[in-house]
């Protein structure tokens, strides 16, 4: 999981909602599914474009 200038990295799935969330700051968000996301074994790096 390597962040350049035009990716933004920490993106897990999780395994409640089947979503990626970003892990990036100190709340994790609240699931759709319920309670907090559950972070699963998969971390994508995410392209952005200013």
Same mark, same amino acid.
Do not use: R
């Given at each position: 999981?390597?962040?350049? @200038? =035009? ?13 990626? !969330?970003?892990?990036?700051? @100190? =709340? ?13 074994? !998969?971390?994508?790096?995410? @392209?952005?474009?200013?």
């Amino acid at each position: 999981m390597v962040e350049t @200038p =035009a990716t933004q990295a920490y993106w897990p799935f999780c395994d409640k909602c089947y979503a990626l !969330f970003f892990w990036g700051y @100190p =709340a994790k968000g609240s699931c759709p599914a319920g309670g907090a996301h559950e972070a699963q074994g !998969f971390n994508f790096v995410i @392209p952005h474009y200013a």
